[in-house]
């Protein structure tokens, strides 16, 4: 059965930095692209990053870039996110999700439950 | 990186059709659109892939298409369970970023 089980949220500081994870299990993790994907309480779905199943292959939305890292690490099973410079429209549940393919990164067919993240002074 | 625009919410009575269509630009909506049911406080789930191949586990009842720039889902055969928020999702321009809908909320009257 596929497991993805996200950590690391919680309430930083605007301009604070916070790392995200996501332990994987039930599929053979290294072969999928893998995805973050956030969103406001009570709003709808943004894509945030991309990685490949090699991770040399990293995609992140114009609203991050520069700020958001996307990694893996293969021989542990794990998605990561290191989020610096936050800022209060950071402020979502962020959902990692495995792709159908790689790569490949619309059709995401697992998701986690998600973590959340709140920036605020 | 625009949204591919939704309506906000679509309703019917049980055992009705309803469709969601989903637009974009012509480098959106391409070859690769997915769709997501999302029920109020649980993750998104996947229903549709490739534009309209189902994953295993989803009703035949949801089908899909697209037409230009315009994707579509259908809930045939509404049912209360179907009540839920959908996005649909692909590429936006490229094969590097990834955008979705705004959501349309589904109610079964």
């Known amino acids: 059965e596929v497991q993805l089980l996200e950590s690391g949220g919680g309430l930083v500081q605007p301009g604070g930095s916070l790392r995200l994870s996501c332990a994987a299990s039930g599929f053979t993790f290294s072969s999928y692209a893998m995805s973050w994907v956030r969103q406001v309480p009570g709003k709808g779905l943004e894509w945030v990053s991309a990685i490949n199943g090699g991770g040399d292959s990293t995609y992140y939305a114009d609203s991050v870039k520069g700020r958001f890292t996307i990694s893996r690490d293969n021989s542990k099973n794990t998605l990561y996110l290191q989020m610096n410079s936050l800022r209060s429209e950071d402020t979502a549940v962020y959902y990692c999700?495995?792709?159908?393919?790689?790569?490949?990164?619309?059709?995401?067919?697992?998701w986690g439950q998600g973590t959340l993240v709140s920036v605020s002074s | 990186q625009s949204a591919l625009t939704q309506p906000r919410s679509v309703s019917g009575s049980p055992g009705q059709s309803v469709t969601i269509s989903c637009t974009g630009s012509?480098?959106?909506?391409?070859?690769?659109v997915s769709w997501y049911q999302q029920r109020p406080g649980k993750a998104p789930k996947l229903m549709i892939y490739?534009?309209?191949k189902r994953p295993s586990g989803v009703p035949d009842r949801f089908s899909a298409s697209r037409s230009g720039n315009t994707a579509s889902l259908t809930i045939s055969g509404l049912q209360a369970e179907d009540e839920a928020d959908y996005y649909c999702?692909?590429?936006?321009?490229?094969?590097?970023?990834?955008?979705f809908g705004g959501g349309t909320e589904v109610t079964v009257l």
């Open positions: 999700a495995k792709s159908k393919y790689n790569p490949g990164y619309v059709n995401l067919d697992y």
């Open positions: 490739d534009v309209t």
């Open positions: 012509s480098s959106d909506v391409g070859t690769y």
């Open positions: 999702s692909s590429y936006a321009g490229s094969y590097s970023s990834v955008v």
